[in-house]
């Protein structure tokens, strides 16, 4: 009797686990399981297997999308995503749970009149505890420092949320699986392998900023490409030989080791060709083959990472990367990494 009664619990306890959770099924006939916890727009956010992704609704079957046009009709907490009920308290236009509207540092509920500050994953902390908490350098995701793990912290100041250290990059061998997938998606597209030798290291800031100051180059960098070339004329072999050295930030999760790789093998096709133009030319193309390796990846932190791009002010990284992708939007890469040839300089003898 009791092991039937225990037998009940579990089997309860499974399907109400299981009760948020559907399966999705894409317009090419895919499925996936996941839990719907946010609607951005045309995009949705899906919970599957522990991991948050965004896609567009677009690629599900109508079932699906009259799914999510109901689930938005239902007024939600965007802090648990569950429909609200009676006990709700309102902020800034936004209606929470009256349990779920809390600093992450006191767990006391916020009050009227208190300031509060929130990050695009639903943490929210007072203005007054912010300084308990850490600000993870990848997704901007807020963590209270207490009950934090101390790799979260890296020797060189930067930090982490636990979910970016998870897919951290901190090894070679996932560095060279990293540098696979972006090169499949750059070939893909044009982008081709360099000629000449080239060479990634993880390294802290310290040294990157360190390399950097060789090519005036400063701010939050995350990836450096220095590029050397020696040019050989007569003997039994002449031609240009290169040799490229990419520095990337060790630690960065994973998908946003892709967008930094992307954008560095994007200099050293540049550079391969001699092909020189102002900053926002440059930097903007980089970033647009970046941002081609992150549209590949559904994860939310690849979309947080596109807004990042969509949004960036400076006149080289966002001015020139949202000039490229309206070239790119008028024509094809292969048109594109033709005008970009056009601009090639070769060193004159
Ligand atoms: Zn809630
Ligand atoms: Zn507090
Ligand atoms: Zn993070
Ligand atoms: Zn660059």
Redesign the pocket.
Known sequence: MVYFRTSFLIGFLFLSSLGWSKVWTTNTGSKSEGELFEVLGDRIGLLIKGREYHFSLSRFIQADQDYVRRWKMTPRCPSCSKALGTRTIEAGGVKYHTSCFR??????GFRGGDQFRRDAWNGM??V??FQSTGLCGTCSRIFVKRGAHPKQFFADGRMSCVSCLKDGVFETKILNEVEDRVWNTLTRIGVSKPRGKLTIRLVDRGLLNKEALKINARGNLRGLTLTKYKIVKGGSNPGTTFDHIIYVLYGLPYIECESVLAHEFAHVWLNEKFIESTPPVIEGFCNLVSSEVLEKEKSKLASILLDNLQNNTSLAYGVGYRKMKANLAQKNWPQLLAEMKSKSKPPKL
């Open positions: 600093c992450m540092v006191c767990r006391s902390v007072h007054k505890h």
